[in-house]
């Protein structure tokens, strides 16, 4: 790992920096100073806010993570039902400091600082991380967390493996589906070079250990709240019977090639969840639908199997969904991708991925991976790896030929 100044050249990682800035700034003018709140967060916000806590019409609840709700808070406060201007500063500058993190994590990791602007380069500038930043979601915050993780996973100190455990267990409190990942780094880092037996070892147990302690509180609030000690949401049972249901197998795997899953079809299937699940408590209705999910891969293997490949190739699709986005969109983000993901390719060849702190990069990758190949998935979902692939990539060098 280099012991040089990590942001040199520094007026070049400014540079990188103005460019996250810019990128965001110019989707969220594009879209008229409009945050759409698809999963409502900004009502959870609200409650936090008057004193109420996580509620939902007045019931506590954990359908959703708490942290980027409770980091909404204070601006639902201030500027009421509709923070735009807060959300966008919000936004904005997770996506500059994302991009500035990847920076350093590749400089700490000992990659070049002309390779190192490419990483940061590559979060300031990625299309799906940067369209995702004018939506009321949680791919932005994560992305910052999982950015910082990997700079604090790569600072030549004791404490880096439990620094990095408190940034990956605070991405998991703000989107579940990086704790496999989160697991995984800790495994890693206890098996994974350098070190001896002993200080690998320890380096894991501090990771795993700080992701727990980071995860408890929110546990423990949901034993009182809830009756039941919930270490992630009371929504990854929906998600996973919304990407297994015999509807959506239907429609979407025996249907036209590229479909997508919308309109009354989908919206008949939320009814019959709401009538099936009415009066349950959260947890409950959690786990009904995450055993009819379970109960249909049983039943119909061969079709789980297909689903879960039709849903690694949209989580890793170069194009968006033709049936959502038109086709400018969808020409830019393949001309985008195709060069990142063989780019992401050649880097994973790199012994710096092979070892700690460079192994935390391809074990989030991979946590991810296998998460959205059972869970509900699109596009958007891979964009809090991007800081991840961004290093990785950043790190790509063709293969020398044999004898040369």
Known sequence: MTRDNPWSPPLAAWLVVLAAVAARLAVVIAAGGRFEDPDNYLPLARSVAAGEGLTLRGRPTAYRPPLYPLILAPLTAVAGDRPTFGLAILHIALGAVAAGCTILAARRM???????????????????????????????????????????????????????????GLAALCRPSILPGAGLAALAAALAAPGTHRERLQRGIGLGVAVAAVLTPWAVRNKIALGEAVWTTTHGGYTLALANNEVYYRQVLDGPAGGVWTGREQWLWWDSVNRRTAGMSEPAADRLMRDEAIELARREPAK???????????????????????????????????????????????PTFRRWPGIVAPSLILGLTVVHSFYWTDLRMRAPITPAIALIASSATWPRRMGS
């Open 110 to 168: 000992g990659t070049s600082a002309r390779r190192s602007l490419v990483a940061g380069l590559i979060v300031a500038l990625d299309p799906v991380l940067v369209w995702q930043s004018r939506s009321v979601m949680t791919e932005t915050p994560t992305a910052f967390l999982i950015a910082a993780a990997l700079a604090l996973a790569a600072h030549e100190c004791r404490w880096a493996a439990p620094g990095a455990g408190v940034a990956l």
């Open 304 to 350: 789980f199997a297909h689903a879960c490949a039709a849903r690694l190739a949209t989580f890793w699709s170069p194009t968006p969904a033709a049936g959502v986005y038109g086709g400018r969109a969808r020409a830019l983000t393949l001309a985008w991708t195709l060069p990142l993901w063989a780019a992401l390719l050649l880097g994973l060849a790199s």
